[in-house]
Nanobody, 120 residues
Framework: QVQLVESGGGLVQPGGSLRLSCEASGFRLGDYTVGWFRQAPGKEREGVSCISNRDGITSYSDSVKGRFTISEDSAKSTVYLQMNSRKPEDTAVYYC?????????????WGQGTQVTVSS
């Protein structure tokens, strides 16, 4: 079964750290550019970070640049999102998926996501 499964979310205090995992099954994650996305209550889903399968180049949204780090372990077919210096506005459900270029479409169905809550 082809799917992406997110995990690692939880409750963290402002300034704290958390690492999310995106594990692929049924396909080689390294064959795709993979991104992390998030959706806060009442808001649209937005892109957070992306890692290219061709050259490993990473990109980040302005809101997380300098605080989040995306990485990939090809052997484990897993992409990680290390989140440091968390802010309350980082509270959201986090998803991973493989974008089809800049079309706005994605290769896979969205998974359940993992809830991240930043609160004191």
């Amino acid at each position: 079964q082809v799917q992406l499964v997110e995990s690692g979310g939880g409750l963290v205090q402002p300034g704290g750290s958390l690492r999310l995992s995106c594990e692929a099954s049924g396909f080689r994650l390294g064959d795709y550019t993979v991104g992390w996305f998030r959706q806060a209550p009442g808001k649209e889903r937005e892109g957070v970070s992306c890692i290219s399968n061709r050259d490993g180049i990473t990109s980040y949204s302005d809101s997380v640049k300098g605080r989040f780090t995306i990485s990939e372990d090809s052997a484990k077919s897993t992409v990680y999102l290390q989140m440091n210096s968390r802010k309350p506005e980082d509270t959201a459900v986090y998803y991973c998926n493989a974008p089809i270029g800049y079309s706005g479409s994605f290769y896979f169905n969205w998974g359940q996501g993992t809830q991240v809550t930043v609160s004191s």
